[in-house]
């Protein structure tokens, strides 16, 4: 896609964070939009700010668990107007706490968000996609998709997927002329982590600053990856040394991850964490102790 001016252009996640970011840039460049968040006033506010461009602004705001509503956001685009040039798939929420603690609706939640809303969506809008000549999709993955750590489970489990989903596509459409990018940025300065659900209702730990690249960094960075149809991009000089060591030296990453399970040396003899009860580790929808427990149902 070598120019945006009068295109139709679809942002999920676009009421902050990189989603907004990428929304002026995108009106700056001449592109239509559509829209998309779950926050209903923040959408209409961004929106307002937007239509002084002159370009067409169009809103919906809709919860991206729900299946039904992104099968009726792909009928209103293709039926307002008739095709679209750019699809960002840039929503994502995040978990941070010990996996066994994560209930099931949990997980549900964040996969449909991070993983199975993009998947739907591009599905249901592939068809006005492949109609226009250099047509696009950006997938919102995240370093997050190559490399992992601790305590993000699900959520790397999720943009693992969405690597790999974008991957996928760009290898079946590449061919006809659809561009498909993975944009793999290392941590922005957005709510991500402040909005972050906890095993304990306690807030996420936040990289630091000089570590993080800005919204408007990274919305710049992902419209000129369209434009090149680049297959990958990493961002932020964080996001680079990952993937380097996961590609040449992994063993390292696997060495930080697990240096913290081993033994500690403890003024001169060896110090290991007593190992914890059963009780103190399952959820407490499944804890034996609970009457609404599954386990005490199936006896």
């Known amino acids: 896609m070598d120019d945006f001016c009068g295109k139709q252009s679809l942002i999920t996640g676009a009421a902050g964070g990189i989603g907004r970011a ?6 700056a460049a001449g592109a239509h939009l559509w829209l998309v968040d779950v926050d209903r006033e923040a959408l209409e506010q961004l929106a307002e700010e937007l239509r002084s461009s002159g370009r067409e602004v169009v809103t919906s705001a809709v919860d991206l668990t729900d299946r039904a509503a992104i099968e009726s ?14 699809l960002i798939n840039n929503a994502g929420v995040a978990y941070y706490g010990p996996t066994h ?34 047509s696009h999709i950006a997938n919102m993955c995240s370093i997050s998709g190559l490399v992992a750590g601790g305590r993000f489970s699900a959520y790397h489990t999720s ?55 800005s919204p408007e960094r990274v919305a710049t960075l992902t419209l000129r990856a369209i434009r090149w149809n680049r297959r990958m991009v990493l961002i932020t000089p964080l996001a680079h040394l990952l ?12 060495g930080m ?17 007593p190992r914890p009860t059963l009780e103190s580790l399952l959820p407490a929808e499944v804890h034996p102790g609970n009457p609404e427990s599954p386990q005490r149902h199936a006896a």
């Open 22 to 27: 990428l929304a002026f840039q995108l009106a």
């Open 73 to 86: 956001l792909g009928n209103a685009v293709i039926t307002r107007w008739r095709g679209l040039d750019l």
């Open 101 to 134: 603690r994560m209930t099931e609706s949990q997980w549900d939640w964040l996969l449909g968000i991070n993983l199975l809303a993009p998947v739907h969506l591009t599905r249901k809008l592939l068809p006005a996609l492949l109609c226009r000549e250099g």
């Open 159 to 213: 943009k693992f997927g969405l690597v790999g989903f974008t991957e996928a596509l760009r290898a079946e459409y590449g061919r006809i002329g659809l561009g498909v990018t993975a944009i793999c940025p290392g941590p922005v300065k957005t709510n991500l982590y402040r909005d972050c659900q906890t095993g304990k209702g306690t807030r996420a730990p936040e990289p630091p600053g000089w570590l993080s690249a």
């Open 243 to 254: 993937y380097q060591m996961k590609r040449f030296i992994p063993w390292l990453i696997d």
């Open 257 to 273: 991850n697990t240096f913290s399970r081993r033994s500690l040396p403890f003024i001169g003899r060896r110090y290991t964490k």
